[in-house]
T-cell receptor, first 113, second 114 residues
């Protein structure tokens, strides 16, 4: 049973527009959420995170929104740039799991010039 | 600053051969360490994690094993590789405190078993 799901395996966006990547989770114990970006043949790099006590966290062009009642989070990238083309993973952790992260399956974002 | 190294970057091995992938972390003490595998077109699967020297927990039964001989060294091994062991292997570290759940990944090792 996948506790963290990214239902869109791929997303294509025009440069300059907004990219919205979605993630759903089922474990109500999750209280910390992260987004990672991964280029081919490289390790994932940490992008942005959010604690369950917040519903929004912003860092430059990246904003993460958390809707706890819907068990849904999203990553907004505005404006999208061709260099943003990568696979994006969401991840979640809970207080009773130490530092363990549960990852979604990833969404491949393609930003067209 | 902390850095994490993995080697080799790529590896092609025949079925039945042994495997040893190494991961080292610099700039931090007593980190939590993790091995993940990313199979083609799939997400990240946690294989092993370690909270200290000699302490290894396995998340999935498999043909692989892990060891932590030193505080900042994490090794992934196999005695006999299977075709299904092919994939992209990632090592990651995190701090101990609950507030530092962010994991930081190494560059990865692409393993192809033929």
């Amino acid at each position: 049973d996948q506790q963290v799901k990214q239902n869109s395996p791929s997303l294509s966006v025009q440069e300059g527009r907004i990219s919205i990547l979605n993630c759903d989770y089922t474990n109500s114990m999750f209280d910390y959420f992260l987004w990672y970006k991964k280029y081919p043949a490289e390790g994932p790099t940490f992008l942005i995170s959010i604690s369950s006590i917040k519903d929004k966290n912003e860092d430059g062009r990246f904003t993460v929104f958390l809707n706890k009642s819907a068990k849904h989070l999203s990553l907004h990238i505005v404006p999208s740039q061709p260099g943003d083309s990568a696979v994006y993973f969401c991840a979640a952790s809970s207080n009773n799991a130490g530092n363990m992260l549960t990852f979604g399956g990833g969404t491949r974002l393609m930003v067209k010039p | 600053s902390q850095t994490i190294h993995q080697w080799p970057a790529t590896l092609v091995q025949p079925v039945g051969s042994p495997l040893s992938l190494e991961c080292t972390v610099e700039g931090t003490s007593n980190p939590n360490l993790y091995w993940y595998r990313q199979a083609a077109g799939r997400g990240l699967q946690l294989l092993f994690y370690s909270v200290g020297i000699g302490q290894i927990s396995s998340e999935v039964p498999q043909n692989l094993s892990a060891s932590r001989p030193q505080d900042r060294q994490f090794i992934l091994s196999s005695k006999k590789l299977l075709l299904s062991d092919s994939g992209f292997y990632l090592c990651a570290w995190s701090g101990l405190a609950r507030s530092t759940d962010t994991q930081y990944f190494g560059p990865g090792t692409r393993l192809t078993v033929l």
